[in-house]
């Protein structure tokens, strides 16, 4: 990249200053007019992509991190939702390309995931284009709805309660 020197700043003599330490080695140098800036150019490029991957690395791990053990998180899917509503009840809501997985799959692995956290099967509801769950644990309820969306999407809720002890 070449920056153009004003002319005021022609009549300056580069022997005076800290840029006559510099070297072309560093990528930085100087050339009768311009100043040549390769390898800061070139460092500040990286660092702002690492930041940028860090950043996002971040932001949806936050999102993953809040997420109750007890749901399911399906791979590739967007988190559009995930809150604790009150204290006895925590909703996840997300999207899916449908050409990832189908309904009746992705039934099946939330089953699965579901039996391994200690739930029983109450209610299964499954076709082709929907599925309606129920598991119960002790006090604990987990619904979740999976919809077949017009936009070619799956869309895959989750809803967890706790009863009340009253």
Known sequence: MQIPVSKSAANFDISKSK?????FADGIGYDGGTFTIKRALFM???????LTGILALFANGTLAADLPAEIYQPAQAQTIKAEKQNDNEFEYKAELPA????????????TAHAQKQGFLSAK???????????FKRGRQKLDISIDLEANGKIEYQADLDWEDDN
Do not use: G, H
């Open 99 to 110: 050409r990832s997985i189908s309904v009746s799959a992705l039934a099946e692995k939330v």
């Open 44 to 50: 500040a490029k990286t660092k702002t992509l690492m």
């Open 124 to 134: 299964s509801e499954i076709k082709r284009d929907e599925a309606d769950l129920e």
């Open 19 to 23: 840029f006559n330490r510099l070297s």
